[in-house]
């Protein structure tokens, strides 16, 4: 069987070749990652896969649940006949519907380069300061020449210090990374 991934990107493409060409790419972005929530929930995960469900009734009440919690409904803007209860459908035709997590994760990636918006996730020991935060967007931003959008977590297992995360590359200023250098040396 096909990766995930490899099966939810021309999914993710289509869809964001019909966002962006109506100029919707932050509605679908969010419709896209409260289906996927929804998709996610363990009795909707079950209902997928139960023998004789009626997963189309099941894209329109997520349609439907969506519709009434986004501020910004413009996919769901037709009720059941709207753009994005039909590819709720599509899915659906295609037993597809359980990919809409990865599908929502790889249309983010292609809405970011789209705004040339770079997402960094920065793990720090200790709270970070608003003067901190503005300090490494900054720097990031020189750095790889795109908008820098942050998201910070505190992690305690890093004992000092912070991690970046930056696409696929990891910047590791953390003192647990240092401490484990530092006996790898010791022992070798």
């Known amino acids: 069987m096909a990766e995930q991934g490899t099966v939810a990107r021309p999914y993710a493409q ?25 998709v996610s929930e363990p009795d909707v995960n079950r209902m997928l896969f139960a023998p004789g ?5 099941l894209a329109t009440a997520i349609a439907g649940l969506c519709r009434e919690q986004l501020a910004n ?8 006949r709207s753009t994005g209860a039909n590819f709720l459908k599509v899915l659906v035709a295609n037993q597809r519907l ?28 200790s709270p970070v300061t608003d003067e901190q ?6 720097s990031l931003n020189k750095r790889f020449g795109r908008q820098i959008r942050l998201a910070v977590q505190l992690d305690n297992t890093l004992i000092g210090g ?3 995360q930056v696409g ?18 010791l022992r070798g």
């Open 133 to 138: 935060r503005a300090g490494i967007v900054s």
């Open 73 to 80: 409904p413009a996919p769901l803007r037709d009720g059941e």
């Open 168 to 185: 696929d590359r990891v910047i590791d200023g953390s003192v647990r990374t240092g401490l484990d250098k530092l006996a790898t040396v």
């Open 162 to 164: 912070a991690r970046l």
């Open 53 to 57: 469900a009626d997963l189309n009734r």
């Open 98 to 125: 359980s990919l809409l997590p990865d599908i929502a994760v790889r249309f983010d990636a292609l809405r970011a380069e789209a705004e040339n918006v770079l997402e960094v996730t920065l793990s720090s020991a």
């Open 14 to 38: 289509a869809v964001f070749e019909l966002a962006n060409a109506a100029g919707e790419l932050p509605a679908w972005s969010e419709f896209l990652k409260l289906a996927a929530v929804l």
